[in-house]
């Protein structure tokens, strides 16, 4: 099955600065990547996703970037603010028909103000 | 507010007992699924079902088992409950099967095995 790997597992950067969190992917298949946010003691919800015939999508502060050839993808958050800190999943879409996803580990993202 | 809602929200039982949980998705999604998120770890998915029929398997022990009614609320049993078993249960839903369809979650039910 897809194994979907995810760092850092914490970052932390000054309210202002970037932050790029990485994932990589096993299966070719997969080819849908969405990026959830759980804040402290709340449920995942969909930030951006992007879709393997697509490179790079941006969505205001932030943007994710997918190679496809290298089977890895990233979410780049620009000029952070104290509210950006939460944990941060990436996941792959398998391609069986079915919608589950493969879920990495998590970052925890805390934005120094 | 997501539209998915999951009962009980908090659940407190011993090792050995068997406990259900439910799920009720977005009015009008077909889909459901059911993910375990321990302590410190990402989101693991366990089982998918599409218009009450299961549609795909993750990594779901055989002590758990799922099914999805009729009116499209799904239930997750756990049975001989280990300490291992704590942990949150998200459920979630999506209008259909397959890539691109966003997966909205539910706030989760807190399973404490003591």
């Known amino acids: 099955g897809e194994n979907v790997e995810q760092h850092p597992s914490t970052l932390s950067v000054q309210e202002g600065d970037s932050a790029v969190i990485k994932c990589t992917y096993s299966?070719?298949?997969?080819?849908?990547f969405p990026w959830y946010k759980q804040e402290l003691g709340k449920r995942p919800q969909l930030i951006i996703d992007?879709?393997?015939?697509?490179g790079e999508k941006k969505d205001q502060r932030i943007a994710v970037t997918l190679n496809k050839t290298a089977k890895h993808f990233s979410l780049h958050i620009t000029e952070t603010q104290p509210e950006d800190s939460a944990v941060y999943f990436c996941a792959a879409g398998d391609q069986t028909g079915a919608n589950n996803l493969f879920f990495g580990t998590g970052t925890r993202l805390t934005v120094i103000p | 507010d997501s539209g998915v809602t999951q009962t009980p929200k908090h659940l407190i039982t011993a090792t050995g007992q068997r406990v259900t949980l439910r799920c009720s998705p977005r009015?009008?999604?077909?889909?459901v699924y059911w993910y375990q998120q321990s302590l410190d770890q990402g989101l693991q998915f366990l089982i998918q079902?599409?218009?009450?029929?299961?549609?795909a398997k993750g990594n779901i022990l055989e002590r758990f088992s799922a099914q999805q009614f009729p009116d499209l609320h799904s239930e997750l049993n756990l049975s001989s409950l280990e300490l291992g078993d704590s942990a949150l249960y998200f459920c979630?839903?999506?209008?259909?099967?397959?890539?691109?369809?966003?997966?909205?979650f539910g706030p989760g039910t807190r399973l404490t095995v003591l």
């Open positions: 009015s009008g999604d077909l889909s």
């Open positions: 979630a839903s999506s209008v259909e099967t397959g890539p691109y369809n966003e997966q909205f």
């Open positions: 079902y599409y218009n009450g029929e299961e549609r």
């Open positions: 299966d070719s298949a997969s080819n849908y």
């Open positions: 992007i879709r393997s015939n697509v």
